[in-house]
């Protein structure tokens, strides 16, 4: 529950107009920077609810000894922890251009690297408003996957180490 605190503490301040103030008076090719903090806290978020989601399935057919072992706080602690680093890893491994294709973001190739604009104002159909670019939501729901899947990563990573050697 208290991590569960957290996460809805981080997602209050984002959404508020105290975090708008802050990026307000920060450029944003500051912010691409930070990419990465971001990413990896959604690759904590997916192996979160990873946890989550493993719980509800199976807490009917938990014993205590089941629960103080496969959900004590150590352990959870160690699927975050898998989590975040899978979210660092991918990263990366976009961010190398090893990985790609209209599904995966595109890194810019420009001298402040990144992935581009991380806001836009998207003035489609309708009303207008401001969110992330299609880039940066798809690092995003990747390193949200990365987190969330414990075989995301190593079947990802086995592929590229079998194309490197053909």
């Known amino acids: 529950f208290g991590l569960t605190g957290v996460i809805v503490g981080v997602f209050l301040i984002l959404g508020t107009g105290w975090f708008a103030v802050v990026v307000d008076k920060m450029p944003f090719t500051d912010l691409v920077k930070f990419n990465l903090i971001v990413t990896t806290f959604f690759g904590f978020l997916g192996a979160y609810l990873s946890r989550l989601?493993?719980?509800q399935n199976t807490a009917v057919t938990l014993s205590v000894d089941d629960l103080e072992n496969g959900y004590s706080w150590h352990f959870l602690m160690v699927r975050l922890l898998v989590g975040g680093l899978s979210s660092v890893i991918l990263y990366f491994v976009i961010s190398g251009h090893l990985i790609?294709?209209?599904l995966f973001p595109a890194p810019d190739d420009g001298a402040t690297?990144?992935?581009g604009s991380l806001w836009t104002v998207h003035n489609g159909a309708g009303m207008p408003y401001e969110g992330p670019s299609a880039n940066f939501a798809k690092?995003?729901?990747w390193c949200f996957i990365a987190g969330f899947s414990e075989r995301?990563?190593?079947d990802s990573l086995s592929a590229l180490e079998a194309k490197s050697r053909s």
């Open 139 to 141: 690092l995003i729901v």
């Open 113 to 115: 690297g990144g992935f």
């Open 53 to 55: 989601i493993a719980f």
């Open 100 to 102: 790609g294709g209209e």
């Open 152 to 154: 995301f990563l190593p």
